[in-house]
């Protein structure tokens, strides 16, 4: 099997060997391109115009050309079949052609996400096969899509990935919480916020995980490293459910039994309940007269 590694470095991997083909930094680019849109063919003349779009019409084109003689030679020196090639259908389309065998990283990442984040939205466990998938294809990440790249097309897709990338360790987070396994989803919840610590509903889930792991203090300190990053950046406070889900748990509330996604919403919900409760109780109690 070939594994093709477009996440931080460009390689290409198989069974006891790793190859990095120096390769010009467009070539890289056509490939990245190329893998992203699976065996949909592209026309010549718009993949020209985006890898190459300072350059006029002849000359973008030439340089495709060139790229794709390039590619064809150093995969034919790597020793690559036609398993792992580029593909040119009547002069005016190009594709990636991909064996069977064949396996590029971020494609693998954006499928396996994909499977899982429709597994949790229907309510199911992740599968066997999904889990290991997704496990697989996060362990893999090695930097961002296209690392050191400079063109537009590429800034926007590693963008895309990084988020991709996000809502996998969520899903592996939720996915390790509700088989209890509450350490391996407290350290995906704390990759996800090394990216991003200000995405309030995984502080939220965190807190909670935090809860059910027995380390309440922790998920007190949690929320108010937040609050302080949170009025010191943006001079906000944390979303009211955020600030619900802290006094819960300073009021000592129980963790819940088993953990879904929907399970933090619901201590929130029923905390929100107790309290309006016991304002209107108040509420309803005469005042003596002044």
Same mark, same amino acid.
């Given at each position: 099997? @070939? ?47 985006? @890898? ?43 594709? #990636? ?100 610590? +200000? ?25 108010? #490293?937040?609050?302080?990053? #949170?009025?010191?950046? +943006? ?32 201590? +929130? ?22």
């Amino acid at each position: 099997m @070939l594994k093709v590694c477009m996440l931080g470095g460009f390689a290409v991997r198989g069974p006891g060997f790793a190859i990095t083909t120096k390769l010009a930094r467009t070539s890289v680019d056509l490939l990245g391109y190329l893998a992203v849109n699976g065996k949909t063919p592209q026309r010549r003349e718009k993949v020209s115009e985006l @890898l190459w779009p300072d350059r006029p019409e002849h000359q973008s084109r030439s340089a495709l050309s060139t790229a794709i003689w390039r590619i064809d030679k150093a995969f034919s020196e790597a020793g690559f079949d036609d398993s792992f090639s580029i593909e040119v259908r009547h002069q005016s389309t190009i594709a #990636l052609a991909l064996g069977t065998d064949v396996r590029i990283d971020c494609v693998e990442l954006a499928g396996s996400v994909e499977d899982a984040s429709r597994e949790l939205q229907a309510g199911l466990n992740l599968s066997e096969s999904v889990r290991h998938r997704l496990i697989d294809a996060l362990a893999a990440w090695a930097g961002d899509f296209l690392e050191g790249s400079r063109s537009d097309w590429a800034a926007r897709e590693q963008e895309r990935f990084r988020s991709i990338r996000i809502r996998g360790l969520i899903a592996m987070m939720r996915d390790y919480a509700a088989k209890g396994m509450i350490e391996y989803a407290l350290e995906c919840g704390s990759e996800v916020l090394a990216v991003d610590e +200000l995405r309030e509903a995984t502080q939220r889930e965190v807190m909670w995980l935090y809860v059910m792991n027995g380390q309440r203090c922790k998920a007190i300190i949690q929320y108010r #490293l937040l609050k302080q990053r #949170l009025r010191d950046e +943006l001079a906000v406070d944390p979303m009211p459910d955020t600030t619900h889900l802290y006094q819960h748990i300073l009021d000592g509330g129980d963790a819940p039994s088993a953990f879904t996604p929907t399970s933090v919403t619901g201590i +929130l919900r029923e905390h929100e309940q107790r309290r309006a409760r016991i304002y209107s109780a108040i509420s309803a109690i005469p005042r003596p007269d002044a």
